[in-house]
């Protein structure tokens, strides 16, 4: 077999620090929008502020520059097979975990089985589907051993077997579904691994201290391979669900970033802290879910379509969010590589026009006056979330519906959702990498993040050829039906596109504006 050889050399500049010797410790305080669920990857509910944390504390086969770009990670070098399905990785000698143990290939191997173990019930399980008998690992139908991944050279190479050629495999490396896990202190620990007396990780930090719904610090791990290059001593991650409690820390000092600010406050913040205000095009959509279990309102295809129609999308963009979403009228965003979103087929009618068929949709699905539909809203802590949802109640008023929002915290709002717990539900996803499927795969049934049980063979049919298709064009046009089915289906109500708003001390260097909002806290440093 002919090999291919990807080597990507990365010349990365000493910080000043680095240069300069020993100095004044420098600690980076962020403000998150949600607490992290776990250090165990298999257990994480997906929320972007987990990712910022976990991606500081491991490190996967390739990272992420600070403009977004993939490097070597835990491997140096890497080969693809001609047909594509086969990918070795040569990993570096000196990549060791925080206790000075050798991170190896068996830890890769370690950690993918672990995430792909039905006993985990991880919901991104999905996430590592492209590798060799992955998906009948988790489904139960295979044992973990029967995974297409194999440590060979005494643990310094990977090799990984994929069901078929899969075009964004490397990109799908940067997610922490593919980070390795400590086999050797779960093997020692068992479930307390993750306990921070015994915690290890392999990235440039290493997690010290976990205060519940406050704040976890890490410090500088002087195991990482590139420590010297590392300028920070020390990451505190506060949990900080109150947006404008955020911003009144941001201006105190007490924060240097703070994540996702309110869209109310943009332009002020703008008007305000020029320097300390981006905001930037993003790969990211906000949706309403609908539960479409047997038993639900939701479930009824009249009451979905009814509720779509009398969303007014422009108006949560302009007036509610101040112009800091864009509406959405597809599930995929703009921006997304190879692909252009379709949209739903309402897109161009007016108000009056869908006001007008929704209500008498609501009619043939048996509402009225005499029976108004009363529906749970469920939405996590946020003002923006809680403002929206309000506009949306007040849009649906006209049809008769009658709804009761439910508010809880980040991780119990998620944990409602996988539960099926709602009738309509807040949620929202942003890129894995940047490919459609990555957004289409959430109403997949069958997966763990397609909460409101969207089930259609069509739907899933198109996905599943797009998943086996090579040639570009082919392949956007199979994904393109997909998504034109579940819109025609009113899957989901989608309702935005994010634009990434964040806060950045301006005396921050290597923090850069992104499509996929990621900044490894590796690259930054504070100007003397």
């Known amino acids: 077999m002919r090999l291919k050889r990807h080597t990507l050399i990365a010349a990365i500049a000493l910080s000043s620090a680095a240069l300069a010797g020993p100095l004044q410790a420098q600690t980076l305080n962020i403000g998150e929008i949600g607490e992290l669920a776990s ?4 257990q994480v509910s997906g929320g972007v502020w987990e990712s910022d944390i976990l991606m500081d504390v491991y490190e996967g086969l390739v990272k992420e520059s600070a403009e977004g770009e993939i490097l070597p990670g835990m491997a140096t070098d890497w080969e693809i097979s001609d047909d594509g399905k086969t990918y070795t990785f040569h990993l570096r000698d000196d990549a060791k975990w925080s206790d000075g143990e050798p991170v190896t290939a068996e830890d890769f191997v370690f950690g993918w089985q672990h995430l792909l173990d039905p006993k985990s019930a991880s919901k991104y399980a999905y996430n590592l589907y492209p590798i060799e008998n992955a998906e009948a690992v988790n489904t139960g139908k295979q044992p973990l051993d029967a995974l297409g991944v194999e440590s060979l050279d005494d643990g310094h190479t990977l090799r990984v077997s994929l069901e078929r050629p899969t075009p964004y495999f490397i990109q799908l490396l940067t997610h922490y579904t593919a ?3 400590p086999k050797h202190t779960v093997d020692q620990y068992g479930k307390d691994w993750t306990d921070m007396e015994h915690i290890v990780t392999n990235g440039a930090f290493h997690p010290v201290e976990w205060v519940s719904q406050s704040r976890i610090t890490a410090e500088k791990n002087p195991e990482y391979y590139d420590a010297d290059t590392v300028s920070l001593d020390k990451v505190n991650y506060f949990t900080t669900e109150d947006r404008n409690a955020g911003i009144s820390r941001f201006r105190a000092g007490e924060l240097d970033i703070l994540r996702e600010y309110p869209s109310s406050r943009y332009q002020w913040l703008k008007n ?12 990211g959509n906000y949706y309403y879910v609908f539960n479409q279990r047997e038993g639900k309102p939701t479930a009824d295809p009249k009451v979905r379509e009814a509720l779509n129609l009398a969303i007014r999308r422009e108006v949560l963009a302009k007036q509610i969010m101040a112009g800091t979403f864009l509406p959405a009228y597809a599930f995929v965003p703009p921006g997304v590589n190879h692909y252009q979103h379709e949209t739903v087929p309402f897109k161009g009618e007016s108000m009056d026009e869908r006001m007008a068929k929704a209500q008498s949709l609501m009619k043939e699905a048996g509402y009225g006056p005499d029976h108004p539909l009363r529906l749970t809203l469920r939405y996590n802590s946020s003002d923006e ?13 006209p049809l008769g519906v009658e709804v009761q929002m439910q508010q809880s915290e980040a991780t119990v709002h998620y944990q409602a959702l996988q539960e099926g717990d709602f009738d309509v539900a807040r949620a929202a996803w942003v890129a894995d990498y940047n490919d459609a499927e990555n957004f289409l795969n959430l109403l997949h049934s069958g997966v763990g993040n397609n909460y409101g049980a969207y089930d259609d063979a069509q739907f899933d049919q198109l996905m ?9 064009d082919e392949r956007e ?7 034109q089915t579940a819109l025609d289906d009113n899957a989901v109500a989608p309702l935005l596109f994010y634009v990434t ?4 001390n301006p005396a921050l260097e290597g923090w850069q504006d992104n499509a996929e909002d990621d900044h490894p806290s590796r690259w930054v440093s504070f100007t003397e």
């Open 39 to 42: 250090f165990d990857t298999s």
């Open 179 to 181: 980070y390795p896990q």
């Open 272 to 283: 305000n802290l020029p320097e300390a205000t981006h905001m930037g095009p993003y790969l």
């Open 385 to 397: 979330h809680k403002k929206i949802a309000i506009a949306v109640a007040a849009m649906w008023k």
């Open 464 to 472: 599943d050829k797009a998943a086996v298709t090579l040639d570009e």
């Open 477 to 483: 046009a199979l994904m393109q039906q997909a998504e």
């Open 501 to 504: 708003r964040n806060l950045v």
